[in-house]
């Protein structure tokens, strides 16, 4: 889809207030993100030094966080686009919001795998000596981010 189709009521919202967080479950599961319950989300968010949520008038559509030590580093996790708006600049309005927050700063993130593409067009670069320890390691490498 075409950026000009995106939605003319979006509006933009940078705290946890009045979340539905089963909501933010529900979304990241439908695009095939790692997701919990409800209350582990809102646990993880409130916990976060950005955050943005995407509304197309009341309907949550989108969101990312990042967390950081607001000095020099900081990690980007959960940006996610409910699938029908995807294609329509919402991902980038998120990450730009984000990384609005954080100028200062390094930021560090994993894309889920077929996305590598949106995040290099956002001068993101594939770490040549990133490294991770996952709690499901078996998972994830079967999910392909990890050799």
């Known amino acids: 889809m075409a950026k000009e189709d995106m939605p003319k009521n979006i509006s933009l919202k ?4 009045n979340v539905d967080w089963d909501c933010v479950s529900s979304i ?3 695009v095939h993100m790692t997701h919990f319950e409800g209350d582990v989300h809102k646990k993880a968010f ?10 197309d008038d009341d309907k949550l559509i989108g969101f990312g966080r ?3 030590d607001c000095a020099y580093e900081a990690a980007i996790y959960d940006v996610a686009v ?7 600049g919402l991902g980038k309005m998120i990450l730009n919001n984000i ?16 996305k590598e593409g949106f995040y290099e067009k956002m001068n993101f670069k594939k ?21």
Request: with cysteine.
């Open 66 to 68: 990042a967390i950081s």
């Open 28 to 30: 990241l599961k439908s």
């Open 82 to 88: 409910v699938r029908e708006y995807q294609g329509k």
């Open 14 to 17: 940078h705290d946890c207030s």
């Open 99 to 114: 990384l609005e927050s954080i100028p200062q700063c390094n930021v560090i993130l994993y894309a889920s795998p077929g």
């Open 127 to 147: 770490l040549k000596t990133g490294m991770a320890r996952f709690k499901d390691a078996d998972k994830m490498q079967t999910k392909g981010f990890t050799e």
């Open 46 to 55: 409130e916990n976060s030094s950005s955050v943005v949520f995407v509304y």
